[in-house]
DNA sequence: AATTAATTCGGAAACGTTTCCATGACTATT
DNA sequence: AATAGTCATGGAAACGTTTCCGAATTAATT
């Protein structure tokens, strides 16, 4: 327990050495002795010291720590990008930090403001939306920041590494559902400012919509897309298709579906967003859209790694990766399978 | 940007008044004038002044943050009890930093061997399993400790407060199989030194074990189930029902079952452990056992805050945890249903 | 107007390290 | 044996804050 009131002048009085001789002996620097190492070493041990990482770094500044900074830790997407940054950051022999900011913007914005509590190096951050203040934040943060951009347009003179999804996603969704000849398509997710890009893809693929086909919940959650299903269900016309937010949500609707007698695909196609592994373990097994969530982590942590090694100022990155969609079981074509199937 | 060499001097002498006197601004500290502070909160302003935090926890001591250790973030058993440790902290004016240590015992303890590092005041750790350097190391920490026990028996003296499952978790899981009828009853989980009891409850629940019934997988994930429904299916005779170390496993066999045209629970029932979500989201339903991991989280994380608070020293609390099987569609009784379906 | 009390402020010590520099002891070279 | 060169060591400065304490200014009391 030792409330830790040990300093290392207790040890070098004990060790009959001086402070300096005993900083040297615990960091395994050169300039001592191995007799004398021993001794303070085993003085060390004797009184339990440890040392106040405050003070050293004081001097240190370099902590080889990082922090990711994620919304929802419920939403099986994260952990694999959690995964992924601790991967990298392990091989670059950094510490990985994880903060919940519990889908909460202003928990996001406080971590920003006090990121220097957090004794890091550099920061991940994987934002919710982007409101001007959030800008301001990363532009007057010290460190160096990578976002992971998940379905929102950034301005370009954002003062941090960026790797994000090319917006598409939603489009392949769209047209995947089209091309099964799909003819009253519906959409499922939270309201539309949380990743509007999402929602606009619906918008952008038909040539006038029904608002009575849209569904927003409070959030991309399996109770959302349990909602949605009760609303479609209830309408006098009900979608063939449905585009879901997220994967979340599409298990949410498949399930509710179910449980109302409805067919999938026969009578209502699902496709989400994420490639989460849910998809693979529902019946049927839910078509989605990659996005590549492994490969952008990868990606802005090597960033944001080099940049805090080398020292990197300006020259920002802008990396985009292309999704990319996996056809299964819950929008196969009604008539014939044409499709890859996984 | 700027490289953070903006120190307390510099704001000082362009707002010409001492550094005592900055502090007192920026800390909202009795003893300044109004006209004065409002001054040097302007020159704050201009220089873009970040106190150094280590400077400051130098003499503060207290960081207000703790440090959450957890094995897997991938086991959906996890976000569970993040969720519910950052709900307490929260309401304590605390924040919590996750530490994911992959399923590695070595990176445990690596942690707790720097936890200064961390600049924390306190650890929720719930580890994958007990060895002595792990107590050891717990017991010389110089900080406060929560262990959450997740199925392993801990030494009496281990110097942190400790909250638990009762072991009978697996009890259950199989009282309840031998309940509906089930004789040839197999496992499948991760090696036994992972989680003992989980297994231990098995071999008591029985009076003579089929060794050819067990399956142990390199962990508690989709695959091992998966890869354990290959191996029964090989068997020349098959078992009957499987009891699995915990849901991803249950629904990794469920999956596989499927695909080969096996029925649960017709051909064979299966439960699992820790009430994850996945298990109502299946078809069928996947019965388990609750954890409790909520309440387990929540009581873990405000016995450490209160210790912290409080400077408690010695007396370490244990408390444990009843489980609660929830039976659903995966282990009903052939013959009839006389359980509670929920 | 004179004394006392209350504010406001700056200097300097303290927090616990690391590291530069000077010193002294020891070894190797001639 | 004398000089040069290594090596081990301790003293002290530095890191950037907070806070104690005394001084100086202002306000309050008589």
């Known amino acids: 327990m030792g409330t830790h009131k040990v300093t290392i002048e207790d040890v070098a009085t004990l060790a009959g050495v001086g402070i300096a001789t005993v900083s040297r002996a615990i960091n395994n620097t050169d300039g001592i002795s191995p007799k004398t ?5 085993a003085a060390v041990e004797e ?3 440890i040392p106040n990482s405050f003070a050293q770094n004081l001097k240190f500044r370099q902590t080889k720590q990082i922090a990711l900074a994620v919304p929802d830790i419920r939403n099986a997407f994260i952990p694999e990008i959690a995964y992924s940054v601790e ?3 392990k091989h670059y022999g950094y510490r990985v930090v994880q903060i919940n900011t519990l889908g909460n913007i202003r928990s996001e914005l406080e971590l920003l403001r006090d990121i220097k509590k957090l004794h890091v190096d550099g920061l991940i951050i994987l934002p919710l939306a982007y409101p001007k203040t959030l800008k301001d934040l990363i532009n007057k943060a010290s460190l160096p920041i990578s976002i992971i951009n998940y379905g929102k347009t950034l301005d370009n003179d954002v ?3 960026i790797v994000s999804l090319s917006t598409p996603e939603g489009k392949l969704v769209m047209e995947h559902l089209i091309s099964i000849g799909r003819t009253r398509i519906g959409y499922a997710g939270a309201p539309k400012e949380i990743i509007e890009e999402r929602f606009f893809a619906y918008e952008d693929a038909l040539d006038q919509i029904d608002r009575s086909l849209v569904y927003f919940g409070d959030d991309f959650s399996l109770q ?3 909602k949605a299903a009760d609303y479609f269900v209830n309408l006098t ?3 063939d298709a449905i585009y879901a937010g997220n994967d979340m949500v599409a298990v949410g609707l498949l399930n509710r579906f179910k449980e109302l007698g409805i067919r999938v695909p026969e009578d209502i196609a699902i496709v989400g967003v994420d490639n989460n592994l849910l ?3 529902t019946t049927p097994k839910i078509s989605s859209v990659s996005i590549m969530g492994t490969e952008v982590a990868k990606v802005a942590t090597e960033l944001l790694l080099e940049r805090i090694e080398e020292q990197k100022k300006g020259v920002f990155e802008r990396v985009q990766f292309e999704p990319r969609l996996i056809v299964r079981e819950s929008s196969l074509s009604r008539t014939r399978s044409t499709q890859h199937i996984e």
Not at 37 to 41: A, G, I, N, S, T
């Open 37 to 41: 190492k021993e001794k303070v070493l």
């Open 47 to 49: 009184l339990g010291f």
């Open 87 to 89: 991967q990298v950051a």
């Open 159 to 161: 003062k941090a590494d």
């Open 224 to 226: 959302t897309g349990a």
């Open 237 to 239: 016309h009900m979608p």
């Open 279 to 281: 998809c693979t373990i």
